[in-house]
């Protein structure tokens, strides 16, 4: 059936996990493309984080990467998508699911089985492991989601937070090197995205796995990826550290992002005239170089 | 302004699990507010007994002088309109344009009144070149609107928005809040769940803040944003804005909102001050 | 020695099969006995105990209310005892009560092994079987397997869907079970709809947690050994013992 074997091992020469290069998609029947000349490069244990607007490719992007664009999709492509060493479009989604794990935002749409329990062992059932494997497994993946003892619950009777933490654990169950999230949070409340995000760090740290997550929330990107990608009409606007974001608020504007708080207050700062050549990259900073200024001109007015 | 919806002492079972354990609530009309707790805190299912979905298993909830537990819920279809936080378990029809009739045809509304209402609504969703559309054929964020404009259609007295803006991107969501602002200023009651704080301090003027099934504090928008140990407590994030205020030592009028675009007038003209 | 659960996916249906023409093939109540014995003594061995066990309450019920039916109407044989002497209604048998037991064991006998059967066969097997079998391109196939299963939330959505429309003024809440049930059709269609509409994002969740239904339609790792094909051997010819005792005797 696949090509890919569980024990597969990606990534650990140090060779990007994911490469893109001038990579274009186009949807069967579509008057435009989804995504143009794309250049994207992921290591191993590397989170990227994915922005744009509606209608910016963020979901295509998404597809190419999981290998199901052009198989399951049937659309055409140009340039290069490489994931762990295989061409994504001809690979298919089944061979990259061996090693990649997909969590969409809608797990309704995604959970085919009718206990938690069978849901998160059903790949390592299709990829061959032992019941004592998966039984293991499974309680394993359930309690890193907070879902432990769930593995008798019917799926129908979980809320839509401990659904998409259901999906989550699925993915993991599989041990993959490649995570891949599509707004995966958006049942969760703060406190459960927040949960959600550090299991991921603790997977990056402990398993070298790379993460992929497209978000809206920007804030919440820059306080965790390492990247940050934004896309709009299908092209690259900027690629980035979390730092460079800040310089860049023009650009996060067009692509029709909200900007965080702190990053606006400076804005209008600097459009009055105040914090002149100074580039304050988080809250924090805006915050200190903010109460500078504030002494500064009261020191002034004292003397 | 006028009491438009009581609830008092109610009780909601499922399951035999007690999940709203004692609201006591009273919204007047033309109110904006906004529930807010953690997942599984009861705001859903508080919701639904706004409009007879769900019945009290103790106390009562009473809409416009209406009991909730005296009829079902498409009695009041005109007069509550529910926004599902899943669009696709509204919609129903081949086309965005019957999908927004949908309610026109079975509450009863003149036929000769369709039109205009169905062209008002999708034309403040941004959806007058779907009207041919399969809502199915669009993007979530779209579907998302299109059940919006269908309960928009029946211009309800109250709009209860179940996480409204969880699909859209900044755009769409500015979108829906504008419209949902414009209805609160001509008099609709918007009641509103979300997970986004930061819209709640844009638009809504009182939150509720349920938690375990109980209100766990119920006031003006900013006083809410301000009590860090209160949004701790509820699970819920702080506000960039607030952050920087109380960081820098910086105090503001009780009802003030608090944005960037505050933050930085105020600041603005601090220094500005004192540089004279 | 190899579980049931293990054998190929053609072997369980072989033994199904063979289970249920058993249980038409004869008229011994002891034999019929046994096949149910048989079943519980394989569910419990393969952990599906819950399962059979829930099957089989529900299926006693509806064993209880055939016998009772049936008792009544059978006039052949001794009477046993009658109901209501007096008015000559209600006389019961020793045929009647054989016969009509010998009918409700037999139903749970045989279609206490369907859900037995599936519940120890994963469903990429029943699909990649039924498409192997009947010549059905398999992504059809995943289709029907994977909508059928989804009756249950098919179901559940279905009273979302008519919670959302009530609020929205469509009368779901009327009494009168005609209108309930034309409610019902009405809404079907769409919500079948979206189902299968549902199907497509499931089949990639399938396909990428390493399902491939357009591959070979054998399962792999499941190769026939020898203790199945002696299963199967003991099958066949139980039953062509009975059926040979049905054209002897």
Redesign the interface.
């Known amino acids: 059936m696949s090509a890919a074997s569980p024990d597969r091992e990606v990534g650990t020469s140090g060779a990007p996990i994911v490469s893109l290069e001038n990579f274009g998609f186009t949807y069967p029947n579509a008057a435009a493309p989804a995504l143009s000349r794309i250049s994207l490069s992921v290591a191993p244990g590397e989170f990227v984080g994915i922005t744009g607007?509606?209608?910016s490719g963020r979901t295509t992007l998404f597809r190419a990467l999981n290998g199901s664009a052009v198989r399951h999709y049937k659309g055409s492509r140009t340039g290069q998508a490489i994931i762990g060493g295989l061409d994504a479009c001809t690979a298919g989604h089944a061979t990259i699911g061996a090693f990649t794990a997909s969590i969409f935002?809608?797990p309704?749409s995604q959970i085919v089985s009718l206990t938690a329990g069978e849901e998160v062992g059903f790949s390592l059932a299709q990829r061959g492991f032992s019941q004592a494997a998966i039984r293991e497994r499974v309680e394993k993946a359930l309690a890193e989601v907070g879902l432990s003892g769930f593995s008798r619950r019917s799926t129908s009777s979980l809320?839509?937070?401990q659904k998409q933490r259901l999906i989550a654990a699925a993915a993991l169950a599989l041990e993959p090197t490649l995570i891949l999230l599509d707004e995966s949070t958006?049942?969760?409340?703060?406190?459960?995205k927040r949960e959600f995000y550090d299991l991921l760090d603790r997977l990056r740290r402990e398993n070298n796995v790379a993460i992929i997550a497209i978000e809206?929330d920007l804030?919440l990107l820059m306080e965790r990826a390492d990247r940050i990608v934004v896309l709009h009409e299908g092209y690259v606007l900027l690629d980035g550290k979390p730092r460079d974001m800040a310089s860049s608020r023009h650009i996060l504007r067009t692509a029709?992002?909200?900007?965080?708080?702190?990053?606006?207050?400076v804005e209008?700062?600097k459009s009055?005239g105040?914090l002149e050549g100074k580039a304050p990259e988080s809250?924090a900073e805006?915050?200190a170089l903010?109460?500078e200024?504030?002494e500064s001109?009261?020191g002034?007015?004292a003397s | 302004m006028n009491e438009l919806i009581r609830i008092q002492g109610l009780h909601s079972r499922m399951n035999s699990v007690e999940i709203l354990k004692g609201i006591d609530l009273s919204v007047n009309s033309g109110e904006s507010l906004a529930l807010v707790?953690?997942?599984?805190a009861g705001k859903t299912t508080l919701l639904r007994h706004l409009?007879g979905?769900l019945k009290p298993s103790a106390g009562t909830v009473i809409v416009d002088g209406m009991d909730t537990r005296r009829a079902?819920?498409?009695r009041?279809?005109?007069l509550?309109?529910?926004l599902?936080?899943?669009p696709?378990?509204?919609?129903?029809?081949?086309s965005v344009r019957a999908e927004i009739e949908?309610?026109l045809?079975?509450?009863?509304i003149a036929r000769d009144e369709h039109r205009d209402r169905v062209a008002s609504a999708s034309a403040s969703l941004g959806l007058s070149k779907y009207l041919d559309a399969d809502p199915?054929s669009l993007?979530?964020?779209l579907r998302q609107r299109v059940a919006l404009a269908?309960?928009l259609a029946?211009s309800p007295k109250v709009l209860v928005l179940d996480e409204p803006t969880?699909?859209?991107?900044?755009?769409?969501a500015e979108l829906i809040m504008k419209v949902a602002e414009s209805l609160n200023a001509s008099g609709t009651t918007i009641i509103l769940v979300s997970?986004d704080m930061?819209l709640i301090a844009r638009f809504s003027k009182r939150v509720i803040v349920l938690v375990e099934g109980e209100v766990e504090a119920d006031r003006e928008v900013h006083a809410t944003f301000r009590d860090e140990r209160l949004l701790m407590k509820a699970?819920?994030?702080t506000?960039?804005?607030y952050?920087?205020a109380s960081?820098?030592g910086i105090a503001f009028e009780k009802s003030q909102p608090l944005?960037?675009?505050t933050?930085?007038?105020r600041?603005?003209s601090?220094?500005?001050g004192?540089?004279t | 020695m190899k579980k049931l659960r293990d054998y190929s996916p053609l072997a369980k249906f072989i033994l199904m099969l063979s289970v249920i023409a058993s249980a038409y093939l004869t008229d011994s109540l002891y034999i019929l006995f046994s096949l149910i014995v048989l079943q519980g003594f394989a569910a419990s061995r393969e952990g599906a105990w819950r399962t059979y066990g829930k099957t089989m309450l529900a299926l006693t019920v509806g064993a209880l209310t055939l016998t009772l039916f049936q008792i009544f109407s059978i006039d052949e044989g001794t009477t046993v005892f009658t109901l209501i002497p007096s008015l000559g209604i209600g006389s019961v048998t020793d045929l009647g009560i054989h016969d009509s037991l010998m009918m409700s064991v037999r139903m749970m006998a045989s279609v206490g092994v369907i859900p037995l059967m599936v519940a120890l066969t994963p469903s990429p097997q029943i699909i990649s079987l039924v498409s192997g079998t009947f010549g059905l391109s398999p992504s059809y196939t995943c289709v029907l397997i994977t909508a059928l299963r989804f009756i249950p939330t098919f179901g559940e959505?279905m009273g979302?869907?008519m919670?959302?429309?009530?609020?929205?003024?469509?009368?779901?809440?009327t009494a009168n079970p005609f209108r309930k049930i034309g409610m019902i059709l009405r809404?079907s269609l769409?919500?079948l709809?979206?189902c299968v509409?549902d199907v497509d994002s499931l089949t990639l969740s399938l396909e990428a947690r390493g399902f491939d239904p357009e591959s070979k339609t054998k399962p792999e790792r499941i190769k026939p050994q020898s203790i199945e094909y002696v299963a199967l051997v003991i099958a066949l010819l139980a039953v062509a013992s009975l059926a040979a005792g049905r054209l002897i005797g």
Not at chain 1, 256 to 265: F, H, I, K, V
Not at chain 2, 37 to 40: A, D, E, H, Q, Y
């Open positions: 607007e509606e209608g935002d809608d309704d809320s839509g937070g958006s049942a969760l409340d703060p406190r459960g809206r804030e029709g992002l909200r900007l965080p708080a702190w990053m606006e207050t209008i700062l009055q105040w809250e805006a915050v903010i109460a200024l504030l001109v009261e002034a007015m | 707790g953690p997942n599984g409009n979905l079902g819920a498409s009041f279809a005109r509550v309109g529910f599902f936080q899943n696709d378990h509204q919609i129903i029809a081949g949908f309610g045809v079975h509450t009863g199915f993007s979530r964020a269908s309960v029946l969880s699909s859209q991107d900044e755009r769409g997970h930061e699970g819920l994030s506000l960039g804005a952050r920087m960081a820098l944005t960037a675009a933050l930085a007038g600041l603005g601090m220094l500005a004192a540089n | 959505r979302k869907v919670q959302a429309e009530a609020c929205r003024g469509y009368r779901a809440d809404l769409p919500l709809v979206t509409r």
